[in-house]
């Protein structure tokens, strides 16, 4: 999810949402904020995962990692970016840029992973959301020239009808809000030269637009932004160079935003059949793609991947929660717009049979055409012992009454999912009496736990470093605690990963939190590890052996390999 700072004080809590991140602008000089998120609640008080103590536990019982491959699926990667390049995952099987697949999986090249939404053409930037896709296929089907035939068809495709529905109810709605909200975007950028006219080089206060009296239009509309601008701390007595600087900032945020919107929600928009050249309809198709990890914006993927295994570096001290056991293969699935379900099915079982043990899945969308061909690949990665850590989504709703696809739901009313791999994890705070983030989704049933999502700081691409914050970013920290529990104790199934996390977070009653989720409270991945190691650990694998030597040696009883 994102928001922009001014909409807050000019659109009366307007907010818009995508590929659920929110850039922040938190100083980069607190370097106590940058790693909140692995702090430990019993000597902090903060809701941290406990990352440190969780490694200090873990070799305390003589334990020996192994390396965990964890799949992101997302927007991509920059997997040379100088905090992840060491721990990206390489095919150990395919000779780089030779254009030849050595290892006979059906995809050339592909060293650091594969890009579903690419093409000899090209990659997909802008794709249509599912809403869109869902109005463009049935319309002429359910809304028709012919009458009659329209009813035929209502009452043979009554699933369908019923996703049509809902998404011409939300294509309709939210193409209308994209539209109204780049136009008034617009306006304020357009008014921002009037606005730093009129401030005159002076810092904005109340003394210095009160007595303004404008002589056009433009002004009028400049100084009316001005005065609810200058309710908010961010702005107010701000000089005039810095008020210029953080408008046009927001602004470019906005409308990037924005403008996109217009392809979104274009029902004859469809870059798919020129870039991907895939038989879209086709869900049994899966060699197509090309291995260009990074594509158009890996900005959200990038972020993603540090959150997981992120490596302190140069004078950046951030670092991922499996940092040290884990190594990211990327699988762009992503676009700027909705994921495509044949995408999603493909994109899991190409990490799941290259060898991932978690895969990450930060988006989510409300309709699924093909949510039978990905529930199968749900099925497929249980039966490979595969996790799958998805994110709860940015909606601030009950998703029990608004199901998020893809779901381990087939149905809201289910008791139990019907798969028991996946991990639907919701978003926290650093703030107490405020722990879940006020985007985040939430259900006791159907969100298993919360991690840290707010004001998160991790790699972005270009080489550097941002805040985000979504359930984006709450999913991947989870994905990391599940890595490191999986690293030091490979024979955990995914159920016993999910029990483990579930059953010793960090309770908080405040606000009703402890009802928001299956576990009522916050990951600690040091009681995670305790608990797996106490309950199901099956103390064989990865034990340290140890070899004594001789006593001419006193000064070395014992060391460990």
């Given at each position: 999810m994102k928001k922009v700072l001014l909409a807050a004080v000019f659109l009366a809590g307007f907010t818009y949402s995508s590929a659920q991140e929110t850039p922040k602008t938190e100083s980069k000089e607190d370097k106590d904020l940058m790693t909140w998120y692995h702090k430990d609640f019993a000597t902090s008080k903060v809701y941290g995962v406990n990352t440190e103590n969780a490694y200090k536990f873990l070799k305390s019982k003589g334990l020996k990692p192994k390396t965990v491959?964890?799949?992101?699926?997302?927007?991509g990667v920059q997997v040379d970016h100088p905090g992840l390049v060491k721990n990206?995952?390489?095919?150990?099987?395919?000779?780089?840029?030779?254009?030849?697949?050595?290892?006979?999986?059906?995809?050339?090249?592909?060293?650091?992973g594969w890009n579903f939404i690419g093409g000899k053409n090209g990659d997909i930037d802008i794709d249509n959301m599912e809403v869109t896709r869902v109005v463009a296929k049935?319309?002429?089907?359910?809304?028709?020239?012919?009458?009659?035939?329209?009813?035929?068809?209502?009452?043979?495709?009554?699933?369908?009808?019923?996703?049509?529905m809902k998404s011409k109810e939300l294509f309709t709605k939210k193409s209308v809000d994209a539209r109204q909200s780049f136009q008034r975007y617009s306006m304020i950028n357009e008014s921002i030269p009037e606005m730093v006219k009129i401030l005159g080089g002076k810092p904005l206060t109340t003394e210095t637009v009160k007595n303004k009296k404008p002589s056009t239009q433009q002004e009028a509309a400049a100084l009316e932004i001005l005065s609810i601008v200058i309710n908010n701390p961010e702005y107010s007595g701000k000089p005039a160079t810095e008020v210029e600087l953080k408008l046009k900032e927001e602004m470019k945020e906005a409308l990037d935003h924005f403008g996109p919107m217009a392809k979104q929600y274009d029902i004859n928009y469809d870059p798919r059949a020129e870039i991907v050249g895939d038989h879209y309809d086709d869900y049994s198709e899966k060699i197509y793609g090309n291995n260009h990890y990074e594509g158009p914006d890996a900005t959200h993927g990038t972020h993603v991947s540090g959150i997981i295994a992120g490596s302190p570096q140069g004078g950046e001290i951030q670092y991922g929660v499996a940092s040290k056991v884990a190594k990211i293969m990327t699988v762009r699935t992503v676009p700027n717009g909705d994921e495509r379900d044949k995408d999603v099915a493909n994109a899991i079982r190409y990490a799941v049979d290259n060898g991932a043990k978690v895969l990450n899945m930060s988006f989510g969308k409300p309709v699924s055409p093909g949510k039978n061909v990905v529930w199968d690949a749900f099925k497929y990665a249980e039966d490979k012992g595969v996790l799958l850590v998805k994110a709860a989504g940015n909606e601030n709703e009950d998703v029990a009454e608004h199901l998020a696809y893809p779901t381990n739901f087939k149905n809201i009313t289910d008791e139990a999912p019907f798969i028991n791999n996946v991990m639907v994890v919701?978003?926290?705070?650093?703030?107490?009496?405020?722990?879940?983030?006020?985007?985040?989704?939430?259900?006791?049933?159907?969100?298993?736990?919360?991690?840290?999502?707010?004001?998160?700081?991790?790699?972005?691409?270009?080489?550097?470093?941002?805040?985000l914050q979504g359930t984006s970013m709450a999913s991947?920290?989870?994905?990391?605690?599940?890595?490191?529990?999986?690293?030091?104790?490979?024979?955990?199934?995914?159920?016993?990963?999910?029990?483990?996390?579930?059953?010793?977070?960090?309770?908080?009653?405040?606000?009703?939190?402890?009802?928001?989720?299956?576990?009522?409270g916050v990951i600690d991945v040091k009681k995670a590890a305790e608990y797996a190691y106490a309950n199901f650990y099956d103390g064989k694998s990865n034990t340290v052996k140890t070899k004594t030597v001789k006593k001419s040696r006193p000064a070395k009883k014992s060391v460990k390999k």
């Open positions: 491959v964890v799949g992101v699926l997302d927007s990206m995952w390489s095919n150990p099987n395919e000779v780089p840029n030779n254009g030849k697949d050595d290892d006979g999986n059906g995809y050339i090249d592909d060293v650091h049935y319309k002429p089907i359910f809304e028709g020239s012919n009458s009659t035939q329209n009813k035929a068809n209502q009452a043979k495709m009554k699933e369908e009808f019923e996703m049509y919701g978003a926290s705070t650093n703030k107490n009496d405020a722990l879940r983030a006020d985007f985040s989704n939430y259900n006791k049933k159907m969100v298993n736990v919360f991690a840290p999502g707010d004001q998160i700081y991790s790699t972005v691409t270009k080489g550097k470093y941002e805040y991947p920290v989870a994905a990391g605690a599940a890595a490191v529990l999986l690293a030091y104790m490979p024979n955990l199934k995914p159920a016993q990963i999910i029990e483990s996390l579930v059953k010793t977070s960090n309770l908080s009653s405040a606000n009703e939190f402890g009802e928001k989720s299956q576990a009522g």
